[in-house]
């Protein structure tokens, strides 16, 4: 699948994380438009990032979201090719210029097995489910952990109560 990415580090109440939210929504919508003008429309899709840390215990069991690294996202269809992304990045500068346009960046992300779940509540509720999703899910059914964690986030974070918040939460494997 093709995504518009921004890096960073951090957890997702970072200011860092804001501002590629703050990029990555014009730059998705003016494509959106653009396509739409063009006879192809689409819905644009929810947010979406990669995690991942050196230690991956930092997310399942002391939580600390300073080791944190992460690749905010939002996916664009394969037809949206790379001079369009370029005519879009033009337009979204003269009209906004928002704070990580320059990190912004065009990519294919490949994933293959996946374990996943639906979770529902707040980020911070999410380690148990995480340690239970790494340490017996993964292992009970023979795979080990290739890749990295991947959410979709189905709520606005920035505007909805945490307990509200609908997230899937993916990790890739593979067979042992």
């Known amino acids: 699948m093709q995504y518009l990415c921004i890096d960073g580090d951090g957890g997702p109440a970072s200011e860092d994380f804001a501002l590629a939210i703050e990029t990555l929504y014009p730059v998705a919508y003016n494509l959106k438009f653009g396509s739409k003008q063009k006879g192809r429309d689409y819905v644009v899709p929810p947010l979406e990032a ?3 840390a050196d230690d991956m215990t930092a997310f399942t069991s002391h939580f ?17 090719q790379r001079h369009t992304y370029d005519g879009a990045i ?9 704070p990580k346009l320059a990190e912004l960046e065009l990519r294919y992300i490949e994933e293959e097995i ?9 980020f911070e509720d999410e380690g148990p489910v995480l340690k239970e999703m790494h340490d017996m899910h993964i292992p009970q059914n023979e ?5 990295k964690h991947h959410e979709i986030y189905f709520s606005d974070f920035r505007n909805t109560e945490p307990e509200k918040l609908r997230t899937i939460l993916r990790q890739p494997v ?3």
């Open 90 to 98: 033009r337009e979204v500068f003269a009209k906004k210029n928002p």
């Open 174 to 176: 593979e067979f042992k």
């Open 143 to 147: 795979c080990v952990m290739t890749g």
């Open 64 to 80: 600390d979201k300073s080791k944190w690294k992460w690749t905010a996202m939002i996916m664009v269809p394969n037809w949206i």
């Open 50 to 52: 990669l995690w991942w």
């Open 114 to 122: 996946c374990v996943q779940t639906l979770h529902i509540g707040p």
